[in-house]
Nanobody
């Protein structure tokens, strides 16, 4: 069984910063891509940023230049640093991990989500 645990959400004022972190645990053989998605009320879940094993990153246009995704391969942890936050960034943020489990099957794993609220 694999669990994905996120941390770091909360309330921040417009223009402020927050950092999220996520680490999977359990029966994992190896991790491929890691990513952050978000879902605002009444909207579909959208990709925020992703990072591959070799560090190649991809960002949604709406967060380019403000958010930074990074990963620590030694500790199987992915981070999302969010700067210059805007009210439009308010959403539940989900960590996604594409990993190979102990029977070598590739699976998509999701965290439970962490709330980020940008408000004055």
């Amino acid at each position: 069984q694999v669990q994905v645990v996120e941390s770091g959400g909360g309330l921040v004022q417009p223009g402020g910063s927050l950092s999220l972190s996520c680490a999977p645990s359990g029966n994992i053989f190896s991790i491929n891509a890691m990513a952050w998605y978000r879902q605002a009320p009444g909207k579909q879940r959208e990709l925020v940023a992703s990072i591959t094993t070799d560090g190649t990153t991809n960002y949604a246009d709406s967060v380019k230049g403000r958010f930074t995704i990074s990963r620590d391969n030694a500790n199987n942890t992915v981070y999302l640093r969010m700067n210059s936050l805007q009210s439009e960034d308010t959403a539940v943020y989900y960590c996604n991990v594409v990993a190979r489990n102990i029977i070598r099957a590739v699976r998509n794993y999701w965290g439970q989500g962490t709330q980020v609220t940008v408000s004055s």
